[in-house]
């Protein structure tokens, strides 16, 4: 059996080292001199009875932290920590000496969305956008975050012309992507319909790329990323209806789908995820990452078309999947799951330039490695939405969610996005 094994190539961890028994302590300092870096030891694999974590509800996200496991002390850690540590060697690489997490703007409980540095501005775009079942509807100004002030100053910011609840973004050849996730007849007096926008910085205008599939509306256009051939990679759930975004039930199943603008032609790519949400390609091309986030889910009832509103299944999908490039680059193959996300939802999802994988799930940012291995978490105390590198050297993170923005600052690096 074992030499079965050997002769398979697989490498396996000595038995010895196995956990046995309550882990003791749960959590420490990983090093005195880095106060509000917490390593959790063994992944807390055995809890002390008797532990208890609550389901969420569709307002309330139950973190980590909030574990209940009175019969060790330490547990007590996690909440306030800055950043939580499973592997302690990766993660030190990763956050080097001094890492630092700092809670930089208090913005409104809206979702903000679609980060976008532009390097030549030293600026950072994003969205903000309510859903239309809670006021301001149709809000139509973006925000950028101008890092040449010290400190940073937060401002609104319109396109010419403005577009509707961006909810994805990216930057390409000196031009934002925007998955614009919303749809109307009226929106600052124009119609404007679900699909890929691009935002130039230097003179403020948007350009439609992309606003139907064989004239039917898209559903959301939830998030993008641009492949070195130009090719748009975007998922495409059906969350602006069910929060309000669009006037129109989804005409197009949830998929994912590529998108060539030279050729105007989208090809369908992915039909299996529940709700698609984050999209990320890795540095070398070979690999596409989708979350899936139909843990939160909607009403779709033929019955009652007009029915909006969000549900939320705990036991349904929050789950990250791996997928190879096939057929010359152009389609993906071989799902696999590769990380459950332990809190909320997995929902920005990026890729640093070392093939780690980021992903914004409920009050904190994931690190795992390109194969869902768990290294460390930055928490916050909003439910972030997505994250962005900035800086000379790429080494700034920002972090924008329903309620805040902050920067950290470490040693992983974003990718060159220029
Ligand atoms: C702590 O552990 C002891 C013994 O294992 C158990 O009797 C006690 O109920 C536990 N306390 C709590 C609060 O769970
Ligand atoms: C969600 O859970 C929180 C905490 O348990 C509770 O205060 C709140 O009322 C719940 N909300 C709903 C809509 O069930
Ligand atoms: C673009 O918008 C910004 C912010 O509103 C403004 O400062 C800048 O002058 C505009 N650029 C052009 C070319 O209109
Ligand atoms: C929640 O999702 C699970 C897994 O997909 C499913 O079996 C279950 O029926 C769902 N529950 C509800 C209430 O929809
Ligand atoms: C593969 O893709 C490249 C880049 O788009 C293209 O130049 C080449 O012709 C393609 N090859 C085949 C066999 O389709
Ligand atoms: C998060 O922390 C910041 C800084 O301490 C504080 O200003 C803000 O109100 C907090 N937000 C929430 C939702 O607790
Ligand atoms: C920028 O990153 C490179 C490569 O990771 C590193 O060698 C260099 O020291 C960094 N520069 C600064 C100013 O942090």
């Known amino acids: ?27 420490q300092d990983c090093s005195p001199n880095i106060p509000g870096v917490v390593c959790i030891n063994k992944y807390a694999s055995v809890m002390p009875y008797h532990f208890f974590r609550n389901n969420p509800n569709v307002t309330t996200d139950i973190t980590l932290g909030q574990t209940s496991v009175p019969n060790d002390t ?79 100053t937060l401002s609104e910011y319109l396109s010419d012309p403005p577009v509707y609840a961006p909810n994805g973004g990216t930057f390409h050849k000196g031009l934002i992507y925007w998955g614009a996730s919303g749809g109307s007849n009226s929106i600052g007096g124009m119609e404007q319909r679900v699909g890929v926008i691009t935002l130039d910085p230097l003179t403020n205008k ?36 069910f929060t309000g975004l669009t006037d129109t039930p989804p005409q197009l199943e949830a998929a994912s789908y590529r998108f060539r603008p030279s050729t105007g032609e989208v090809s369908i790519v992915d039909d299996s995820i529940l709700q698609p ?49 096939t057929d010359n680059g152009t389609h993906i193959t071989g799902k696999r799951p590769i990380w459950l996300s332990q809190d909320w939802v997995p929902d920005g999802l990026k890729v ?35 994250f962005a590198w900035t800086g000379k050297n790429w080494t700034d993170f920002w972090i924008m969610g329903q309620g805040g923005v902050s920067k950290v600052t470490w040693n992983l690096q974003g990718p060159e996005l220029v």
């Open 352 to 386: 640093a330039r070392n093939g780690y994988v980021l992903t914004g799930a409920g009050k904190g940012v994931d690190i795992m490695d390109d194969r869902g291995h768990m290294i460390a978490r930055v928490q916050t105390n909003y439910t972030v939405q997505n």
């Open 74 to 152: 330490s547990w007590a850690r996690v909440e306030s920590a800055d950043f939580l540590v499973f592997d302690q060697q990766k993660a030190m690489q990763i956050l080097g000496p001094k890492p630092t997490n700092e809670f930089v703007f208090k913005i409104s409980k809206a979702v903000h969305e679609a980060p976008v540095y532009v390097p030549a501005q030293n600026k950072l775009y994003m969205s903000e956008h309510w859903s239309q079942l809670a006021p301001p509807t149709g809000y139509l100004p973006q925000l950028v975050v101008d890092l040449n002030a010290n400190p940073p």
């Open 206 to 241: 948007t350009n439609v790329l992309l606003n139907n599939y064989y004239g039917h509306y898209f559903n959301t256009v939830d998030d993008l990323v641009v492949d070195a051939c130009g090719d748009v990679w975007f998922t495409d759930p059906q969350y602006s209806w």
């Open 277 to 325: 949400n984050g999209i990320a390609l890795s540095p070398d091309g070979k690999y596409v990452y989708i979350s899936d986030t139909g843990m939160i889910d909607g009403t779709l009832s033929p019955e009652y078309p007009n029915i909006h509103g969000v549900t939320l299944n705990y036991t349904s999908k929050r789950t990250i999947y791996k997928f190879d490039l």
């Open 1 to 27: 059996m074992s030499s079965t094994l050997l002769a398979a190539g697989l490498l396996c961890l000595p038995l010895a080292l196995a956990q046995s028994g309550v882990v003791k302590p749960l959590v």
